[in-house]
């Protein structure tokens, strides 16, 4: 195939573009249109794109040449169209001046890709003309039903017997490498192909679908769901924990089969193997891995795991409200009790602190504050008024690196009055970091 040979439309094949243009919905839309003819250029079968424009509602109807594939070239040629990002393509009008200037990528000569790209899927307006190529005599190319007929003839040319399965309905599978080269080998599958032909045609299986079931003689809608199931599984963002442990196709089909038998499912699955790394068993035990009865020892580990985590629990909580009572206890001189409207209250507990943050609609009771408390990265205080000490008002948090207030918040976040305000920056602030000084002197 050559650029210097590629040849005008000819007069029949416009003729045949304007019958087709006519039974075009898009017709006189002002949409571009596509179609494809079959010719030679150099002796080489090639197909030419052609597209095809007019003003809206306007008898000014273009038509050109766009794109040029050979069946077996490596590039193909392509003249005033350009391919964007998301899969559309825009073609420039400057020369039948359907437009008033010239786009970036028009040019008076042709250009060229690799021959993968710009093959649009259009009609082929006369795909009679492959009778002029012997070797194609007997492809069946005219049943096949696809637009991308070179792909089709290319693997034709190496397998033969793909017309045997465009003819027998199943062109879908025509351009499988894995299906034309197994056809071409084994006598008894093509034959189970011939026999399972409206099955496979009405349901449309996966390539992986139709040679595992020949091979396990597993019926075809069974190990179809299986290899959905599976594809479904390698998507799927979740199940790390799973993919750890089965790694490989095999190894991953015969989870799935488990699954099936044991009437499960990957999440419970999931949670099941998260129990069991968490109470430490061994994982590459068989009996462990995929127990017999899923459902019994699924339920069993599960409730293993939850006694074994509200243990841990229970002695991290008790760890944790021991270190809180400790730095409380040691920042106690911070606490301020005296004439004034107002007292501050060291928190003592992280159950003080959900209380707290549970009246006054606020955070202080999640969001960590507990741990910024034992790591003396911060601490919380609670201003109360003298008359109703245990009657949570204002909630205050003071950094110890910083001696100064970072939050002061009321009921849902709420700003506190002035003179809260004035009593908390003027008075408390002041005795606090003069005690706060007296500790770490003392330390």
């Known amino acids: 195939m050559k650029i210097e040979k590629i040849k005008p439309i000819p007069k029949y094949m416009l003729k045949l573009i304007r019958k087709a243009e006519k039974d075009n919905p898009y017709h006189n839309t002002g949409f571009v249109r596509f179609y494809s003819y079959l010719t030679k250029n150099d002796g080489e079968l090639v197909k030419v794109t052609v597209a095809c424009k007019n003003k809206l509602n306007s008898?000014?109807?273009?038509?050109?040449?766009?794109?040029?594939?050979?069946?077996?070239?490596?590039?193909?040629?392509?003249?005033?169209?350009?391919?964007?990002?998301?899969?559309?393509?825009?073609?420039?009008?400057?020369?039948?001046?359907?437009?008033?200037?010239?786009?970036?990528?028009?040019?008076?000569?042709?250009?060229?890709?690799?021959?993968?790209?710009?093959?649009?899927?259009?009609?082929?307006?006369?795909?009679?003309?492959?009778?002029?190529?012997?070797?194609?005599?007997?492809?069946?190319?005219?049943q096949y039903p696809y637009y991308d007929i070179f792909k089709y003839l290319r693997l034709y040319e190496k397998f033969p017997q793909a017309e045997m399965l465009v003819k027998f309905g199943l062109a879908n599978y025509a351009t499988s490498v894995q299906i034309l080269r197994k056809v071409g080998k084994d006598k008894s599958f093509r034959k189970w192909l011939i026999q399972k032909c409206n099955e496979i045609c009405f349901r449309g299986y996966y390539v992986g679908t139709l040679l595992t079931a020949y091979k396990t003689g597993k019926p075809l809608e069974i190990v179809q769901q299986l290899e959905a199931e599976k594809k479904s599984f390698y998507r799927h963002d979740g199940y790390k924990n799973i993919k750890r442990l089965f790694k490989t196709d095999k190894e991953v089909t015969t989870l799935m089969e488990y699954i099936t038998t044991q009437n499960t499912n990957l999440s419970s699955y999931s949670d099941y193997l998260r129990a069991c790394e968490y109470l430490g068993l061994d994982m590459t035990l068989p009996k462990n891995l995929l127990p017999h009865d899923f459902k019994r020892w699924h339920d069993m580990r599960i409730d293993q795991y939850r006694t074994a985590k509200a243990l841990k629990d229970a002695e991290e909580r008790k760890e944790l409200y021991a270190k809180f009572d400790a730095i409380a206890e040691k920042y106690l001189p911070l606490q301020k009790n005296g004439k004034d409207a107002f007292v501050v209250i060291i928190a003592r507990s992280p159950q003080d602190l959900i209380r707290e943050g549970d009246i006054l609609h606020h955070c202080v009771g999640r969001m960590n504050y507990d741990q910024r408390f034992i790591r003396e990265k911060s601490l919380i205080f609670?201003?109360?008024?003298?008359?109703?000490?245990?009657?949570?008002?204002?909630?205050?948090?003071?950094?110890?690196?910083?001696?100064?207030?970072?939050?002061?918040?009321?009921?849902?976040d709420s700003k506190p009055s002035d003179n809260v305000l004035e009593f908390v920056n003027k008075k408390w602030l002041p005795f606090a970091n003069r005690q706060l000084k007296k500790i770490q002197l003392a330390a």
């Open 59 to 142: 008898k000014r109807w273009r038509c050109k040449q766009v794109i040029v594939h050979g069946i077996h070239s490596d590039k193909c040629f392509l003249k005033d169209i350009v391919l964007h990002f998301m899969g559309n393509y825009s073609i420039g009008w400057y020369e039948q001046g359907l437009q008033k200037q010239r786009k970036w990528y028009e040019s008076e000569d042709w250009g060229w890709q690799d021959d993968q790209y710009f093959n649009i899927h259009c009609p082929i307006l006369n795909i009679t003309y492959l009778s002029k190529f012997p070797e194609y005599k007997y492809s069946a190319v005219e």
């Open 382 to 412: 609670f201003v109360r008024n003298v008359e109703t000490p245990d009657t949570p008002f204002v909630t205050v948090e003071y950094s110890i690196k910083n001696k100064k207030v970072l939050q002061c918040y009321g009921d849902r």
